[in-house]
Structures are given as structure tokens and as C-alpha cells.
């Protein structure tokens, strides 16, 4: 008997995690059974997130911020209108906040309660963003988080950190890397990654993309 | 409440680990399932933002804390779906629905709604009150511990900071949660100076904002 009630609790502990497919799929079926869920509307919901909506549409805005004084100004200002004033089919929600990086200040995003982020300009957040090693160390020591992506930031740069715990949603507009005098934006998109817009990564230099 | 979930400041979780830019957003395609039917839900009106986060909140801290982002959606998904009354745990635990669907109040998203409610929701409202700081203000993060939703997170409780922006008027998550009202109040940006979070040893050039609603702080 010890023997079998070890094994249940073994299993009860486990059940609650493992077998996500068939929980996954046994939910999707009681929904779209029920009619709240539309099966191939979820397929389109997917596609849009594997294809569609990720960091290059940030990019292309961080890329116009740093040719256009003018729309960056107004992006500081209030990035939602103008994001949208771009006119593109990428449309942004309201209350989307962009942060620049200058020569004193250096701009990171997290989220300490669940995991905000600002999908519409950026796509789904990377696994690091939702970790719990993330989002408690991030505004606590970030400096130290930085050297874990290997940015060594100058010590008397000052570090500010948004913790995203309302409906605001941030991303960061980092400094424009030396030697692109004269680049269009479609090549300094190329610069602007991902990790640039969150703060835990600096734009790529030049040579990196040559 | 506070929960594990509030995870700001805590030790021991080790280092964080980058990934390549390109990745893929979904690791198994059953991920891009849940997220899908989490959207879905939401268009549909089965249950708000908040409501949601707090149902993650509500997970016990051993499998919040073992499960990955998209097993705790999962799991959210399915406890919510039960408490609102949209499924049964009978019908979860055979793959079919055998009761009649409940009415929500929201339209099933179809394929061709797609591109309309990928664009996030505005959680704006109007201003049901003048706005009782103003950029500048000092203010104390009061020291709360609601048994239920908030949005002030442990490590600011207690601790002076400055009004640095006004983001207008929001639906105050905590009433929603609580009451199932929406009950607009003021947002602002408040920033804290690193040392006055972590003590003496803190990052000297460290400065933490969080976006705080109007019941959360006082003046000083």
C-alpha cells in the first residue's frame, strides 16, 4: 500500500502539468462545441502571431524616430496617435509609451506582476521577459540582468527601469548606433533588434549587419 | 493578494537566459492554441483583462511557479471557464460539451474579425474627478495588502516617490475584479530613486518607476 499511495500522489502532482496537448485540445472542443470559440478563427489568431505582428514593426518605427527629429518628438509625446498617423496596417492600441535612451539615461522594460508587454509594436515576449529570474532582478540590480545579455552599461549612466503595471505598455527607443550617417530607415531597421526596444540589449553597430 | 506573483526585488531565481532574436513565439503548437483561445475569450466578453490575470494570481504558488507561461494560461483558461459557468469540469474531463452554451455578451470572433481585434482594447475613461496630484508631487505608495486583485506592486508599499506623468483615466482593476465595476480612476507614472526601494547599498544611478492608480498613493 505505500507503494500505490506514493505512486498516486506522484501522479496527482504531476497531472497538473503534464498532458497539456490533450487538456489544450479537450478545452478547445467543449468551447467551439459550446459556440464561444470559432475553431479556425483561433488558426488566423496563430498566423497573425507566428507571421505577422513581431519586432520589425518597432523597428521600423525606432528607424523613423532617428531620421525624422520631428516624428520622434511627437512618438516621446504620444506614441499611440502618432504610431497610428503612419498610416500602415500595423495598428497600435491606445496608451503605448515610447522611452528614449539618450547619453545620460538608459531605458528598461518589465513587468514585475505578470508579463505586459507591448505586443502590438514588438510581437509575443520572449521566454526571458516572463521569467521569474526577469522580472524580480530587473528592478533590483539591472545592471547585473544587462551582463547576463553581456551589456556593460558606463557606471554613471543612470538606469531607469518601468515596471508595467497598468494598461501603459513601453518600449524603449534606443540611441542610434555611430557610422549610419545617411542610411535609409530600411537599413536601420536592420539595427534595431528586439532586445534594443526592452532595454536589455543596445542596436546593433554597423558591422554587425555588414 | 499577495501572492508569488509579485515578483519584484525577490533573490534566488538565478540568472536570466537571452534567446536568439529570431525565435519562434510558440515552443509547441499547443501553445499558439491557448493564447488564441484566451483572445478569443476575451473578444467574446467571457471575462476582462484583470479578471484573467487575477485567475493567474489564483494558481497555488507551487504550480505557478513550476509551470510555463502558456501551462499557466492553460490552466487559468480552464478554472475560469468553469467559474463563469461557460463549462463544467465534467465536460473538461471528457473533451465534450454535454450542457447548453451560456449567453455572453460579447460576438464570437470569426475568421474575417481577425485583424480588427488583434488591436488592443483602450482602457481609458472619462475622468470621473479632478486629478488629485499633479506632475512633480511627492507621494507615499500606501502600505495595502488586499486579499484580492491589485496592481501595486510589494516593493513600492511604503515608499515615496515623485508624479512624473499623468496617463489619464483608466479602469481601476482592483474594483473590477473585486465588484465587477469599472470605476475610472486617475494613472499615474511614479518614480522611486533606487536606494530609497533597496536601502544605502542600491545601485547609486538606479531610478524605478511603476504606474500607480490614484487609491494606491498619498500625499506626502
Not at chain 1, 557610422?179 to 558591422?207: H, I, Y
Request: negative net charge; contains cysteine.
Amino acid at each position: 500500500m505505500p507503494h500505490d499511495s506514493d505512486h498516486t500522489h506522484d501522479h496527482d502532482h504531476g497531472s497538473e502539468l503534464s498532458d497539456m496537448q490533450r487538456r489544450v485540445r479537450a478545452l478547445e472542443t467543449v468551447l467551439a462545441e459550446k459556440g464561444y470559440i470559432d475553431s479556425e478563427a483561433l488558426d488566423r489568431i496563430v498566423e497573425a502571431y507566428e507571421a505577422r505582428v513581431g519586432p520589425h514593426i518597432g523597428a521600423m518605427i525606432v528607424a523613423k524616430a532617428w531620421t525624422d527629429p520631428d516624428f520622434k518628438a511627437k512618438l516621446l509625446a504620444d506614441a499611440s496617435t502618432t504610431v497610428r498617423s503612419l498610416g500602415i496596417d500595423r495598428q497600435v492600441g491606445d496608451h503605448l509609451v515610447a522611452v528614449e535612451n539618450t547619453d545620460d539615461t538608459h531605458n528598461v522594460i518589465v513587468c514585475t506582476l505578470c508579463s505586459c508587454y507591448p505586443w502590438d509594436v514588438l510581437g509575443l515576449p520572449p521566454i526571458w521577459y516572463k521569467s521569474t529570474a526577469y522580472r524580480s532582478r530587473a528592478v533590483k540590480e539591472p545592471r547585473a540582468v544587462l551582463a547576463d545579455f553581456d551589456v556593460t552599461l558606463p557606471e554613471d549612466m543612470k538606469i531607469r527601469v518601468w515596471d508595467s503595471t497598468a494598461e501603459t505598455r513601453f518600449m524603449v527607443v534606443p540611441r542610434r548606433p555611430e557610422g549610419t550617417e545617411g542610411w535609409s530607415e530600411e537599413q536601420l531597421a536592420k539595427l534595431v533588434t528586439r532586445d534594443s526596444m526592452v532595454g536589455t540589449g543596445l542596436a546593433r553597430r554597423p558591422e554587425e549587419v555588414a | 493578494m499577495d501572492g508569488v506573483h509579485d515578483l519584484g526585488g525577490m533573490d534566488g531565481f538565478g540568472k536570466v537566459k537571452p534567446e536568439p532574436e529570431d525565435k519562434k513565439p510558440f515552443s509547441e503548437p499547443w501553445e499558439g492554441r491557448v493564447l488564441a483561445m484566451a483572445r478569443a475569450l476575451g473578444s467574446v466578453g467571457a471575462w476582462n483583462i484583470d479578471v484573467g490575470r487575477h485567475g493567474i494570481e489564483r494558481l497555488p504558488p507551487h504550480i505557478y511557479l513550476a509551470a510555463t507561461y502558456y501551462q499557466k494560461w492553460q490552466l487559468r483558461n480552464e478554472k475560469l471557464a468553469v467559474e463563469t459557468g461557460l463549462v463544467t469540469a465534467e465536460e473538461l474531463a471528457a473533451g465534450h460539451a454535454n450542457t447548453p452554451a451560456k449567453p455572453l455578451p460579447g460576438k464570437v470572433v470569426r475568421p474575417d474579425d481577425i485583424a480588427g481585434m488583434l488591436v488592443r482594447g483602450s482602457y481609458g475613461r472619462p475622468e470621473q474627478a479632478p486629478a488629485r496630484f499633479k506632475v512633480g508631487d511627492r507621494v507615499r505608495a500606501r502600505n495595502i495588502h488586499p486579499k484580492s486583485h491589485t496592481r501595486l506592486p510589494r516593493f513600492t508599499r511604503g515608499h515615496v516617490g515623485t508624479i512624473e506623468r499623468i496617463q489619464g483615466c483608466h479602469v481601476y482593476p482592483d474594483s473590477y475584479v473585486a465588484r465587477g465595476e469599472e470605476d475610472p480612476q486617475w494613472l499615474y507614472t511614479v518614480v522611486f530613486d533606487g536606494r530609497d526601494l533597496w536601502g544605502p547599498d542600491s545601485d547609486p544611478t538606479l531610478e524605478v518607476s511603476i504606474e500607480a492608480f490614484e487609491p494606491y498613493l498619498e500625499a506626502v
